[in-house]
DNA sequence: CGCCGCATTATGTGCATACATAAAGCCACG
DNA sequence: CGTGGCTTTATGTATGCACATAATGCGGCG
């Protein structure tokens, strides 16, 4: 069963891969060390433990020191999702992107707003509501609240030519943040402006950003009826 | 500006991530290569590729051979999602799961799922539908077909122990899927089983997964009313 | 002047080695 | 019999070196 010798780590990370999907390695069961692993597969440590680390990072191998590797029971299906700037996603699709600024004005946010965003209830915020279309249709409505203070120039952008969902993108660095995705139905406002019925089922991203302690942005994007998020496993 | 030595890969990825940040390096700007980097940190070149290629995996460097590494323009931010089993995510919110079996039976499935599944259009599939609860109330409604020639235990499974959801992932191996999200209206029945207004907008997840070239299952989760799916950046 | 191919160069990877670190589990001691 | 601490062990990481691979861009040739 030593099969030609697996000396590089994809060799080795895919026939690993395959041990598990097979059931040779049963879910919850403690594989060999990496040593061992090695002298099997005819390579260095570094090279097992290169390949290993891959699988653990799939989430299907949880790793402890001293206690070994083992294959995950329930491995949690892990997708990388990425999330462009709309323009790069709508032009993805083989459709010309446009963008229409709604409104732009400085402005006391609600309290959740300001509670979440961890600014001073009376706070002055730049709001920026804008509309992504999509060959002339409505793609995907924004809100925005950008906390000025994190991000100076803000102040000096209009925003009419570079949406504020790309220029921030670009010109405000973050650290850290959250994004939730979730359903809402469209409100009269919204269905006025993505260009739907009232009460649709709109697909929401609701992102949060941070640069250190300061909170840097917080949009909530609903996008028309029918948008899907997609990711391979 | 030669600091103490960064010696170790992390505290190199967390400097060139400073530098990234603060504009040292710009966007679209080319770095030093690994091996000067390597001088300047006084560590050995094979740690800044570590730490590089840490850094290119988060989305924020774009790495090629000769050409050398730059500074990602427009970072498409990455998210890593975790997709657990429904009992799991239930109980990380400390509340008691239950689930509730309410169809089994074997059916030929509807057009477009004999195609999305690539099974012929007669074939027998499973149909399993079933409530997921949380503290007694519903959670999500699941709605699933499972192509019993690629998964043969399935068919001796009664799934009103385990949840078909918790027994595929266990015992169903795959080796590719995709998962899709998006927002979709309550039907009449769905609303029934939920508990909630019939056209409440319901986040819905569709998940199909291979084995090789044979389809194992597609299901499509609506959660209920107020679900959110999270994720840090 | 244009195009092709090869030299150059930056990243990608493998290996042997050494040491660091976490933690499981045993043993001695109370 | 319980427990604190020490030993052992498996993974984590740093290093120097060598070679692989890709792709740029320059130089030479038609």
């Not at 590089?8 to 999907?21: F, K, M, Y």
């Not at 060999?32 to 597969?41: G, K, Q, R």
């Not at 400085?106 to 992504?132: D, S």
């Not at 009826?225 to 997609?230: D, I, M, N, T």
């Amino acid at each position: 069963m030593t099969g030609p010798a697996l000396r590089d780590w994809r060799s080795v990370r895919d026939e690993v891969l395959r041990r598990i999907r097979a059931r040779e390695w049963a879910p919850g069961e403690l594989i060999p060390n990496e040593a061992d692993l090695a002298v099997e597969f005819g390579c260095a440590r570094t090279t097992v433990n290169r390949a290993l680390r891959a699988v653990a990072e799939r989430g299907l191998l949880d790793r402890r020191r001293k206690a070994g590797s083992r294959v995950a029971v329930l491995p949690a299906a892990t997708a990388k999702l990425a999330i462009p700037v709309i323009r790069k996603e709508v032009e993805a699709l083989g459709r010309t992107y446009a963008h229409r600024l709604m409104e732009r004005c400085e402005a006391a946010p609600p309290e959740t707003v300001a509670r979440a965003m961890r600014v001073p209830a009376g706070a002055g915020l730049l709001r920026v509501r804008a509309l992504h279309l999509a060959d002339g249709g409505p793609y995907a409505f924004e809100d925005r609240w950008i906390n000025t203070i994190a991000v100076p120039g803000a102040a000096d952008q209009s925003f009419d030519r570079v949406s504020s969902n790309e220029w921030l993108l670009e010109n405000a660095p973050y650290t850290h943040g959250e994004i939730a995705f979730s359903a809402s139905k469209a409100s009269a406002g919204e269905a006025g402006l993505i260009g739907c019925a009232r009460g649709a089922a709109l697909f929401v991203l609701d992102r949060l950003t941070w640069d250190g302690a300061a909170s840097v942005t917080k949009v909530r994007i609903a996008f028309a009826p029918g948008h899907r998020l997609r990711t391979v496993l």
